[in-house]
C-alpha cells in the first residue's frame, strides 16, 4: 500500500514527483532568496484567484445569454 502524494502529470513533461518538486524549489531559493519566495507566491496565488475569477464570470455570462435565448422554430427551407 502506497501512501503519499500521487506524482503529479504535466502533459509534455510527464509525471512531477516529489524529487523534481524540491530540485525545482531550490533551485527558486538560489535564484530569487529566501526573502523573496513568499512574495512571489503570493503574486502567483493572486493571478491565479484573478484567473478563475474572471473565467467562472465568463462561463456565467455565457450560461445566462444561453438560458436568456428564445426557443426558435427549426427554419424550413422552402424550393
Known sequence: MQI????????FIGPVGMQEL????VIVFLLFGAR?????MRSFGQGIREFKKE???I???IES???DEPETPAS???D
Open 36 to 40: 523573496k519566495v513568499p512574495e512571489i
Open 76 to 78: 424550413e427551407s422552402s
Open 55 to 57: 473565467s467562472n464570470k
Open 65 to 67: 445569454a444561453v438560458e
Open 4 to 11: 503519499g502524494l500521487a506524482p503529479m502529470m504535466l502533459g
Open 59 to 61: 462561463m456565467s455570462d
Open 22 to 25: 524540491l530540485i525545482i524549489l
